[in-house]
């Protein structure tokens, strides 16, 4: 198994801890900051413990932070193994007792609204009507095999759905995929030039991708950017821009906030879906559409 995709299956277990209540009373005493780093320390070494990490796996375990549940605190734990790294949120309940993985949900609130409200669209890549009522948020790498797969399912599946608007979003998952920052700088750098030249080189770079390489990603971005019919010398000088690079990095930056952490994570409406399943995909179009027309129909009576 890959380290990364390690990291994945460890950090996606829920674990039981024992032993460790005696925290509370440190906390109790005032000595809070202390409790907190023996809490931390007892999580690392459990951890440890748990899967035989050596000095070799950095596990980073942060301090427990107050929940609007009494009782509960969420902690946030990172695992590096061979340069790859990956991030979790973690709850533990207060008297040290349990951990566990999970979503906290609040029946009061509408958690698509809520993914919503974070979704940065503006300055993206879209296709389709901006007034659609249905928006695809898409984040993706372009070296991923998957995303490509994704990528044919939404060219079979849009033309039957015309009320579907797509946004695309760079997540370049760089420890996994070398050329894949290459290709999203291009992709910015062509959208910068003309929007719609941008889903011309979508197309090119996952049309082509077992013929890309880190070693000729460059040259292949340069021939697909004019292939697309933009300016390739200010193409050029746009992939090797700060003001690119920093476009990538505020999009990855937005995935990180949305918890994504795997390519391609497709948001429908604000509604989850990670992978490529056409038919779930369809799904999630056809249900918010008939949502729609629910709503008309009520706002019309």
């Given at each position: 198994?890959?380290?990364?995709?390690?990291?994945?299956?460890?950090?996606?277990?829920?674990?039981?801890?024992?032993?460790?209540?005696?925290?509370?009373?440190?906390?109790?005493?005032?000595?809070?900051?202390?409790?907190?780093?023996?809490?931390?320390?007892?999580?690392?070494?459990?951890?440890?413990?748990?899967?035989?990490?050596?000095?070799?796996?950095?596990?980073?375990?942060?301090?427990?932070?107050?929940?609007?549940?009494?009782?509960?605190?969420?902690?946030?734990?990172?695992?590096?193994?061979?340069?790859?790294?990956?991030?979790?949120?973690?709850?533990?309940?207060?008297?040290?007792?349990?951990?566990?993985?999970?979503?906290?949900?609040?029946?009061?609130?509408?958690?698509?609204?809520e993914t919503?409200?974070?979704?940065?669209?503006?300055?993206s890549p879209?296709?389709?009507?901006?007034?659609?009522?249905?928006?695809?948020?898409?984040?993706?790498?372009?070296?991923?095999?998957?995303?490509?797969?994704?990528?044919?399912?939404?060219?079979?599946?849009?033309?039957?759905?015309?009320?579907?608007?797509?946004?695309?979003k760079d997540?370049?998952?760089?420890?996994?995929?070398?050329?894949?920052?290459?290709?999203?700088?291009?992709?910015?750098?062509?959208?910068?030039?003309?929007?719609?030249?941008?889903?011309?080189?979508?197309?090119?770079?996952?049309?082509?991708?077992?013929?890309?390489?880190?070693?000729?990603?460059?040259?292949?971005?340069?021939?697909?950017?004019?292939?697309?019919?933009?300016?390739?010398?200010?193409?050029?000088?746009?992939?090797?821009?700060?003001?690119?690079?920093?476009?990538?990095?505020?999009?990855?930056?937005?995935?990180?906030?949305?918890?994504?952490?795997?390519?391609?994570?497709?948001?429908?409406?604000?509604?989850?879906?990670?992978?490529?399943?056409?038919?779930?995909?369809?799904?999630?179009?056809?249900?918010?559409?008939?949502?729609?027309?629910?709503?008309?129909?009520?706002?019309?009576?």
């Open positions: 198994m890959k380290p990364l995709l390690n990291i994945c299956a460890i950090l996606s277990l829920s674990v039981f801890i024992s032993g460790a209540r005696a925290q509370q009373g440190q906390a109790a005493t005032g000595n809070a900051s202390n409790a907190s780093s023996q809490i931390q320390k007892k999580i690392e070494d459990y951890l440890r413990h748990l899967y035989a990490f050596g000095p070799d796996v950095l596990v980073s375990v942060g301090p427990p932070k107050d929940t609007a549940i009494q009782g509960l605190q969420e902690i946030d734990i990172q695992v590096k193994i061979a340069g790859n790294q990956q991030s979790a949120k973690f709850y533990i309940s207060q008297n040290g007792k349990y951990l566990f993985r999970g979503e906290l949900s609040d029946l009061s609130k509408d958690p698509l609204a919503r409200e974070k979704l940065q669209t503006t300055d879209s296709t389709g009507d901006s007034r659609a009522p249905v928006t695809l948020v898409e984040f993706s790498d372009f070296e991923c095999p998957v995303c490509r797969n994704l990528h044919d399912a939404l060219r079979n599946l849009l033309p039957n759905y015309p009320q579907v608007r797509v946004v695309f997540f370049p998952i760089e420890q996994l995929h070398p050329w894949a920052r290459t290709a999203a700088l291009a992709g910015r750098c062509t959208y910068q030039q003309d929007p719609r030249a941008f889903w011309k080189m979508y197309d090119l770079i996952y049309d082509s991708q077992e013929i890309i390489s880190a070693e000729n990603a460059w040259n292949k971005m340069v021939d697909y950017a004019g292939q697309t019919g933009i300016n390739q010398e200010t193409f050029k000088s746009c992939m090797a821009s700060p003001e690119a690079g920093a476009a990538v990095d505020a999009s990855h930056a937005n995935g990180m906030q949305l918890e994504v952490t795997s390519t391609p994570t497709i948001f429908v409406n604000g509604r989850r879906l990670v992978g490529a399943d056409p038919h779930l995909l369809e799904q999630y179009i056809k249900y918010e559409l008939d949502q729609k027309k629910t709503e008309k129909a009520a706002t019309i009576k």
